[in-house]
């Protein structure tokens, strides 16, 4: 059940028209009053053959025009509208029940509090089958205004008790960090005009998309304005921004203007101040290990990319939480470049991620959005590199942001942010289909390829060795042999050893969790695999020559944890 509470109003019988009224689309049926204040007193236009408009609305106004002519000053915005709708799966509530629930979100709103006579003036009218309108006007009968600063907090939380009692759809608790819904004039203009989005969810796709793509403020309204979408930039006069606005071609004000919306009124994390915060952080420096794969595309660097993330366990640790909420953030905007560049099959189910997981990205937490920088810079790699991820590639890319999606999903559940954590949920079911067309013709080729029998038993060995806890499951998976095993076979080709890979991918993503753990598995090898095996003569080497041109050193030490292993010879040729 939603209470979505309007912006405050100053015609009261303009809005009661409305509700009486046929409606736009002739959808107001038998529009009545179910429950109000002083009941007894109250016309209503919808049972009362001489009952008028006009009448119940002077009758709601008349606390408001006594306090005018007392204090001399014309009260405006006095108009408080809150519309209560059910979920469309809910069942049938009567009148009688509609009227409690009116009464429990007046009460707990601060319109009408429990045994105060002198309250607010009220009423619910019903329409419909599955919703009511409360109308309130927003003077006590003692002249005093009404407390109402936390009202729509107050009345979602009436909401998730309501539904508890009468056994209604259950939704969950928010945090005041969703976007705003799209009105009902929206979604009918956008209807009226053939489009398949309002305005409003155009112009948040539009925006999220141009964050990937820069590195600075200017950059973004600089793409914004390249991909179509008309901008009005303010400025102070030393220069400085002081805000931005963004409207639909096409989407005009009665008087022909655009119909511009600020970024904060689309979605909160989408307002000029957030965004130059996220924008400001400087590009990081190289990590010293990723010299070893400057060969890799840059689809493969952001699969390593993604093996950083770190979701700290630790409640109440402030900083923790902003890294790990700078890093939630980060992954939606790989989520959305990975959207851009994928092949056009791979889009409808990237594209619904995206839109979905833009709600796990914001929160009540601040996110430190510098110590997250090599996770936006991989987004843009993407979005710039020069060709296309190979199926595999692609594959194994998708396969991170499925369990990264997943750790995004447990740090938000364990702090009670349900919303994020539903978000993740479906984003998760989006990613997981993407994964599966993207991996289809890539396994029907390792299949064609498995290796002999004998082969396969060394190979499973290993895997018993490696993973003794999942290899039951693992072997009898429908992915092993005919991938998975093909895979650890090309990998051993290449100079790796199968045992090692295994145990680094288990550690990488535990498998307890996972649906199918050899096609988990499967992803993370043939990553790693792309990459040369490692050389630890050669990494010592190197140790020893940093060690011998340090300042201050004129011997070089082995470090204590080297120690020489196999090289990478084949077991089997």
């Not at 905007?333 to 839109?355: G, S, V």
């Not at 890979?501 to 695999?529: C, D, F, N, W, Y």
């Amino acid at each position: 059940m939603i209470a979505a509470i309007k912006d405050p109003g100053s015609n009261t019988r303009g809005l009661l028209a409305y509700l009486y009224g046929p409606g736009r689309h002739d959808e107001h049926r038998d529009p009545h009053i179910v429950a109000g204040f002083a009941m007894l007193a109250m016309p209503d236009p919808g049972r009362e053959e001489q009952a008028t408009l006009t009448q119940l609305a002077r009758y709601l106004d008349e606390p408001v025009h006594l306090r005018n002519s007392e204090v001399g000053l014309k009260l405006t915005n006095h108009v408080w509208h809150c519309p209560v709708r059910a979920a469309p799966e809910d069942r049938y509530l009567s009148d009688t029940e509609w009227a409690d629930i009116a009464h429990r979100i007046v009460r707990t709103a601060g319109i009408a509090p429990d045994g105060d006579d002198l309250a607010c003036r009220w009423i619910a009218v019903r329409h419909a089958d599955d919703h009511i309108h409360i109308v309130a006007t927003t003077v006590r009968e003692d002249g005093r205004r009404p407390k109402l600063h936390g009202s729509g907090r107050r009345a979602a939380e009436a909401c998730r008790q309501i539904e508890k009692d009468y056994g209604l759809r259950r939704l969950k608790p928010g945090d005041g960090t969703a976007a705003k819904r799209p009105t009902q004039a929206e979604m009918h203009k956008a209807k009226r005009l053939g489009w398949n989005q309002t305005s409003r969810a155009w112009l948040e796709d539009r925006i999220r998309d141009a964050i990937p793509h820069a590195a600075d403020i200017e950059e973004f309204l600089a793409y914004l304005q390249a991909d179509g979408v008309e901008v009005n930039i303010r400025r102070l006069p030393s220069g400085d921004l002081r805000g931005y606005s963004v409207a639909r071609p096409g989407d005009l004000k009665a008087d022909g203007t655009p119909n511009y919306l600020s970024g904060g009124k689309i979605a909160p994390d989408l307002s000029l101040p957030k965004l130059q915060a996220l924008l400001s952080t400087s590009t990081p420096e190289e990590h010293p290990t990723a010299r070893r794969y400057r060969h890799s595309t840059s689809w493969q660097r952001t699969t390593d990319t993604l093996d950083t993330l770190h979701l700290a366990e630790t409640d109440g640790d402030t900083e923790a939480d902003a890294l790990a909420q700078a890093q939630i953030t980060a992954l939606g905007d790989i989520i959305n470049a990975t959207t851009q560049a994928a092949p056009h099959e791979l889009r409808a189910e990237l594209r619904a991620a995206t839109r979905v997981y833009a709600r796990a990205q914001r929160s009540q937490i601040r996110a430190d959005h510098q110590a997250a920088a090599d996770l936006r810079r991989a987004a843009r790699d993407i979005l710039h590199a020069a060709d296309g991820p190979g199926g595999s590639t692609l594959a194994a890319l998708i396969a991170a942001l499925v369990w990264a999606a997943v750790l995004a999903g447990r740090w938000h559940q364990a702090r009670g942010h349900h919303q994020q954590a539903h978000a993740t949920h479906l984003a998760i079911q989006h990613l997981q289909a993407a994964y599966d067309q993207a991996a289809a013709e890539h396994l029907a080729a390792l299949t064609h390829r498995q290796p002999a029998q004998e082969t396969i038993n060394d190979l499973a060995h290993d895997l018993r060795a490696a993973v003794p806890d999942h290899a039951a499951r693992i072997l009898t998976d429908p992915m092993w042999p005919p991938a998975l095993a093909t895979a650890l076979a090309d990998a051993e080709a290449g100079g790796h050893q199968p045992r090692q890979l295994l145990t680094e991918a288990a550690a990488r993503r535990e498998l307890s969790t996972a649906r199918q753990p050899a096609k988990v598995l499967l992803g993370r090898i043939q990553h790693t695999s792309r990459n040369p095996p490692p050389n630890r003569a050669a990494d010592a080497a190197r140790l020893r020559t940093t060690r011998l041109t340090t300042p201050g050193r004129d011997t070089a030490q082995p470090s204590p944890s080297f120690r020489p292993g196999p090289g990478s010879q084949h077991r089997r040729r």
